[in-house]
């Protein structure tokens, strides 16, 4: 639908269209701008916009790296003033990440002041800071000046920037990248200068190499913060061939003996991309939640270098076990994510694997390689069409000098003479000197190249520079259009290209040595605490309202302990650091605790609550010792219950481990080990039951079968015993007594069961 205008010649002022369309349309065209303008690079020369800009307007400030520094906002102003319609905040964070010796493998930016460190502060404002080139940044725009890239209006047009850069080395792979651009995104590791040229001249020798052996030269990632990768060479390998993949990266450590007996562990260096300050943050949290119980401190002795200090709880802790812990459970181990999403062509996004990204290079340069040859070649027509004329005017001096003198319009006059010629004239491409008008005439550029000559060049020696100057660039040029026409030429040359640059960043020299290294790593296992910490005996103290505290050594269970005002003790028993303990919730949930990370018993402890995540509405229905490989009898106040196989009620986090199931109302009644063959089981109506133990199910978790029926009231105790020995309780006066006949009360699981013998407690319970 339109608006129709009065006069129908005008166009409508208004149109409409679907709403789905619309959107669509618009969307779209932000989507490729993302994609081609922000987000990702091209796989030519590993740039985005932002920093192939940045580059292009340091280069023209004439930012060299052995000239002067040059304030990073008048850098980022003229960046953003030219050629980067954008934020100068986001120019220059862009520009300081360049300058990053802990984020770029190398550095294209040489900045003076402060531009951030590795603990993750902030670069100080651009009117602080300093910047210029650096001669690896210098590589890249190499040949900007002889046509070797196209170059496009800026974008209000008034000047010109480069498409791409010539790139005289693969820095898309050199400094790795990462973006998010719309649907799709990019992230690429940093490699090894030196490894990537080899892998560049086997691509020359050999264009149909194998992955394998190119994954041979060109090993893995090597990171600016150098670490150690450990993934397997078959995970990287199938990385590199399908441009998707990650890769295991673990900081970098040390022993360090302090004698008699005791050490330290350094970390030396740290994973890439990885905040110093953060990381020893989160050292800190395992040690204050004591996650990690074999580690007793960290200090971060850091000064320009990574020294960061951990110390052991005991002088008995493993140090592998104790790494592999702190692997587990700190970015002191991150896996980097590898996604080689690039344009090809500066257009086209692709996934691409090692080779095609080299590939694309490689074409890259033999298309700057032409360009630049053909350009050189222009210059040399030139000179060559210059030197003609000179020449000319060196065998003809005295006519022109006479026209010089006295002809009114000498520019025209010489253009119209005919010259006598003693030397050969364009009759090979050899023999080449440049075009001209006709047989004997002098071209407009000869003839202006006369006239401009000084009166210092008549010398009989210039004329000799001049022959000899022709006769080069005739060889040069000879040689040029030879290599224009030959591709085996053209590789060859670019292998000795990088070659020269080998020589600078070779793994022999201080930049281009590898810092990542390589090694074999097993999977992190759950350490024992056993093989952690230093066994001590303790005693375990939890109050009634769940106060819990581990006095040292082993003291009388029958001593007395202060508790808080109106509060009074439960759970009283002997332990040791080691060791494990299962609380059971009300709720059915199982919650693990460690012995050493209960509070000193100096004290009055601490609240189970803060330790694990038990409910306010839940009780602690009981705090037992864990041992592996036993069973334990699970009943509900219900009456139901079933043996459940120790290693099945270990939580691994503070929010506990689901294992007994019951309606609302119900609660955990009973949690024993198992010490017997048969199970009794007495009820809150005094009956009292015994049936064998292989009568219940082992299960993992769930609601179990039924236990004992009741007509009212529900479980009060079980207990498993062995039958032969008999089933005991204390009485009323604290003696022990043992019944061996129990026919009258053993009959078949879910039974009623009968009252329980003169004698049995008053609370129920076995003991």
């Not at 000319?392 to 520019?411: G, H, Q, S, T």
């Not at 133990?693 to 015993?721: C, H, N, W």
Request: one cysteine or more; glycine letters at 10%; charged letters at 30%.
């Amino acid at each position: 639908m339109t608006d129709t205008p009065e006069d129908p010649t005008e166009e409508p002022l208004t149109t409409s269209e679907p709403l789905r369309r619309a959107i669509g349309e618009r969307y779209l065209t932000y989507a490729l701008s993302t994609i081609m303008h922000r987000a990702l690079p091209d796989a030519r020369d590993g740039l985005k916009p932002v920093h192939r800009r940045i580059l292009f307007a340091m280069r023209e400030l004439r930012l060299t790296p052995t000239g002067g520094f040059r304030k990073s906002a008048k850098i980022a102003g003229d960046v953003m003033g030219n050629y980067h319609p954008h934020g100068d905040a986001a120019i220059y964070d862009a520009m300081a990440r360049l300058a990053q010796d802990f984020n770029v493998r190398y550095p294209l930016v040489d900045g003076q002041g402060n531009f951030g460190n590795i603990d993750g502060d902030n670069p100080a404002a651009s009117r602080y800071t300093e910047a210029r080139l650096t001669p690896i940044a210098e590589l890249l725009m190499e040949g900007l000046a002889e046509n070797a890239v196209d170059f496009r209006p800026n974008y209000d047009g008034t000047l010109e920037e480069p498409i791409v850069m010539p790139a005289a080395f693969p820095h898309l792979l050199a400094n790795g990248a990462s973006g998010i651009a719309v649907g799709m995104a990019t992230n690429i590791p940093p490699h090894n200068l030196d490894e990537l040229i080899e892998g560049c001249l086997a691509m020359i020798r050999d264009p149909a190499i194998a992955d394998e052996a190119l994954v041979g030269l060109i090993p893995g990632p090597d990171f600016p913060t150098g670490g150690v990768i450990v993934e397997p060479k078959e995970s990287i390998l199938e990385g590199y061939r399908t441009g998707r993949g990650a890769f295991r990266l673990r900081a970098k450590w040390q022993t360090e003996d302090l004698g008699r007996g005791t050490w330290q562990i350094v970390v030396t260096e740290i994973p890439y991309q990885v905040q110093k300050s953060k990381l020893i943050e989160r050292l800190a949290e395992l040690i204050q939640t004591k996650k990690v119980p074999a580690l007793a401190d960290v200090r971060d002795e850091s000064a320009d270098d990574v020294r960061i200090v951990l110390e052991p709880r005991a002088r008995t802790v493993d140090p592998e076990m104790l790494m592999g812990m702190l692997f587990r459970n700190s970015d002191l181990e991150v896996r980097f994510s590898m996604n080689m999403n690039v344009l090809i062509d500066g257009r086209t996004p692709k996934v691409c694997s090692l080779k095609e990204v080299l590939r694309a290079f490689l074409d890259h340069r033999r298309e700057v390689l032409i360009r630049r040859s053909e350009h050189r070649m222009e210059k040399i027509d030139h000179r060559l069409e210059v030197l003609g004329g000179l020449i000319v005017a060196f065998l003809n001096l005295d006519r022109v000098i006479d026209i010089i003198r006295y002809d009114e319009e000498p520019k025209r006059a010489l253009m119209a003479e005919t010259w006598g010629r003693k030397f050969k004239r364009a009759t090979s491409e050899k023999d080449y000197v440049g075009p001209g008008a006709g047989p004997g005439e002098l071209t407009e550029v000869q003839a202006e190249a006369i006239l401009n000559m000084r009166l210092r060049s008549l010398r009989r020696l210039e004329e000799m520079e001049l022959l000899a100057e022709r006769d080069a660039l005739t060889a040069e040029r000879a040689d040029l259009a030879d290599l224009v026409g030959s591709e085996p030429r053209q590789w060859e040359r670019i292998g000795a290209d990088l070659g020269e640059i080998r020589k600078l960043f070779g793994k022999w020299t201080v930049a281009g040595a590898r810092r990542t290294q390589f090694a074999e790593a097993g999977e992190v296992e759950e350490v024992p605490l056993e093989a952690m910490i230093e066994r001590e005996p303790i005693t375990v103290i939890c109050s009634k309202m769940g106060w819990i505290r581990a006095m040292k050594g082993h003291q009388p269970l029958g001593s007395e302990v202060k508790f808080k005002d109106g509060d009074g003790p439960r759970f009283m028993f002997h332990a040791e650091t080691t060791d494990r303990l299962l609380l059971v919730g009300s709720n059915g949930r199982f919650y693990t605790l460690t012995g050493a990370s209960l509070p000193g018993g100096r004290g009055m402890g601490e609240p189970v609550r803060l330790m694990v995540d038990l409910p306010n509405e839940a009780e602690i229905a009981d705090l037992i010792i864990w041992r592996p490989g036993e069973k334990l009898l699970l009943a509900s106040s219900a009456g139901d219950g079933f043996v459940v196989p120790s290693e099945e009620v270990l939580a691994q986090t503070r929010a506990g481990k689901a294992v007994l199931s019951m309606k609302d109302g119900v609660t955990t009644a009973v949690c024993r080990p198992i010490r017997g063959d048969h199970v009794a089981v007495v009820g809150q109506n005094r009956k009292l039951l015994v049936f064998p133990l292989s009568e219940l199910p082992e299960m993992a978790r769930g609601k179990g079968v039924r236990l004992q029926k009741y007509k009212d009231g529900g479980l009060s105790d079980a207990i498993t015993f062995e039958l032969a020995r008999g089933l005991s309780w204390k009485d009323p006066a604290g003696r022990t007594r043992t019944e061996t006949d129990l026919a009258e009360w053993t009959g078949a699981r879910a039974g009623a069961g009968k009252m329980a013998p003169r004698g049995f407690p008053r609370d129920n319970r076995f003991n």
